[in-house]
């Protein structure tokens, strides 16, 4: 059964519908709380920003908001000062029907880029959302997706003194995990009272350590955002630090991890989760530049891919990666499987390693054996799949363009 | 017909044969001067080098050498001591043959990675190769294949103080071109009197703009080498300096330039040849980065690979790429087809685009209105097809391991 996400939190409601952005499939969701929320984002460094990042960006700023209106199917990105007066009338129109300040709203989109968001599907659509709300997560799950298989939610308790509180989350991804241009949406809810400042503090640690890991990080797309509402609907006392902002942060951090895993999980024409961690680097920096360099070598990937035990690549990528390298100190574990010690290929391992790439999950293990350097990425594997998806999105994505 | 390429030049003689390292292709080639010869060489930055990169920097340094020694089918990377020994071996077996000394022979090797050479069939190949020296370059330019789709060789000539010189080159590429983890190998022969350091300053400068604009740079593969041999079999004054330098370094560009397109066109699985060029960046270095990131972004090349104009996803990309970009002053061309002004997509040049993408050879033409920046790199689109060689690289190389 699938997790009802951002509603498992109390006080929260969403509704997903399809407003006539895509040709059949959901392509509209609303998030809305029933009290003020204190609110935190993370969004895409990218220098192009779409028009609802923008405008989100500004919400964030001030810290307090009360629901969140999100499109798929068009990103409203590239769109100009049109753009903008759109992403501001999406804000508008929901503000209307929640009977909030559209400075209270969010705004996200993805989907196809520079191209004018269709506002009469909106104008009708949004309305008739908001009126849609409901304690279920489901549909507005459904209706961010664009090229992702299904819709991706999690959700964990936690006791902060005496009081049982409540985190819930969305997202969609797909997309190819690296380069990291695909679009990660992710919207967090949670019915902890937590001031703005302490919501960002502990955001940013769990996105560090989750999507940071995988995609979300300096190159992104131009309409990455990672949103958290804390509406206080728990009760209890305020979240202020010591502790109890230490354990809402492993439990935010939980979630996070989880939506991250399944956005690799659901990689377009992904059929393996690859962990590569790199260990005796001779800084966290080599580590993760090796651990990064893997993670986007297409030869490693597709190498992954045909379930070839090819550590020759990886000695390749590994040695390009602009960081400290000894070859002859260098260990590669897959699996199980010894398959490169101190630099030299260990013939008598290739079957078992062959194995363990036919599995659905594969860890991979460098050790460079100069220092305590660590770094640890999640990707998937690169297939003919992603490049039949990739070469025709817009027939893919069943946009009406 | 296919030119003669390194047997062009006078007193270059050349031979290539199936040694037994592949199953049936040709895997052995030797090119050997008359004469003792000025040698420079650009080798691969990666810090994992192959046992005869090793080597032949080392052959390099010295500044004097008269044979190449080159197979396919196995890079002898990754193999540690033996590796060494294997290489300087494969001098050694060259030198005798040829009754020259092995410090004047220069060795190269591409294939699989990681691999011991199969010195028996090296042993009894290499005198049977040297055996066949001849003027004609086919062979030889056929056996250092791996992926190819067909042998790459040029040449020119070129009149100084009113002698003829010659240079000629044949190179193996294929591989993606970007990351460039393919190996690249190229080497050069000419009859011209060149001192080695002259050599070095006209092959750098060469490089730099030729094979540089597509694969051999900072991130490379563990074997790349470029080689240049200078005989002086034409006779005329030796080439120092001043304009006869500047005349022979544009010709040996020539060569060069054309042997780096023959790889872009050879990509692997490639179906057209994309020229990115960058213009108005605010440094040649960010309009450096945003050309690379272009042409890197899997996203970008799956949608040149549909023939969909995603313009969006070249705005994406460019705002990805760590420079200076003001979204409203973007200007994208694909051909002559102005998709992006002032940063928004340009409707009515969407069919003219398309149009120009369904030709083999694409120009895509980035301005950013800031500077004076400018910047070009030659790509290749992404295929499924890539994914299929890569994915089963031993079964398409034809190694036997």
Known sequence: MTDRGITVPLGFRAAGIHSGIKRRRADLAIVASDFPCAVAGVFTTNRVKAAPVRYSLEVVGRGQAQAIVANSGNANACTGAQGQRDAAEMAR??????????????????????????????????????????????????????????????????????????IGGM??????????????????????????????????????????????????????????????????????????????????????????????????GATKVVEIRVTGAASD????????????????????????????????????????????????????????????GVADSLSAATAELLGTEVDLHIELGLGEGEAAVLTCDLSEEYVRINGSYAAESGVVS
Chains 1, 2 share one sequence.
Request: proline share 4%; hydrophobic share 45%; net charge negative.
């Open 93 to 166: 129109l929901a503000a209307e029907a929640l009977a909030i300040r559209p400075q209270e709203v969010l705004v996200a989109s993805t989907g196809i880029i520079g191209q004018p968001l269709p506002m009469e599907a909106l104008r009708t659509g949004i309305p008739r959302a908001c009126a849609q709300l409901e304690r279920a997560g489901a549909p507005a799950a459904e209706a961010i997706l664009t090229t992702d298989s299904g819709p991706k939610t999690a959700s964990t308790t936690l006791e902060v003194g005496g009081s049982e509180l409540r």
């Open 285 to 344: 920096a080599d580590a993760e530049r090796v651990a990064y360099r893997l993670a986007n070598s297409l030869l490693v990937k597709t190498a992954l891919h045909g379930a070839e035990p090819n550590w020759g690549r990886m000695m390749a990528a590994l040695g390009s990666a602009h960081a400290e390298v000894s070859e002859d100190l260098v260990q590669i574990h897959i699996g199980s499987a010894h398959v490169v010690r101190n630099g030299l």
């Open 171 to 268: 997202a969609k991804g797909a997309g190819m995990i690296h380069p990291r241009l695909a679009t990660t949406l992710c919207f967090l809810t949670t019915d902890a009272t937590v001031s703005p400042d302490c919501l960002d503090a502990v955001l940013r640690g769990a996105v560090a350590r989750s999507f940071n890991r995988i995609t979300v990080d300096g190159d992104t797309s131009t309409n990455d955002c990672i949103l958290i509402l804390a509406n206080g609907a728990a009760g209890g006392d305020p979240i202020t630090g010591g502790a109890a902002l230490g354990r809402f942060e492993a439990s935010l951090h939980e979630v996070t991890s989880d939506l991250a895993e399944q956005i690799v999980r659901d990689g377009e």
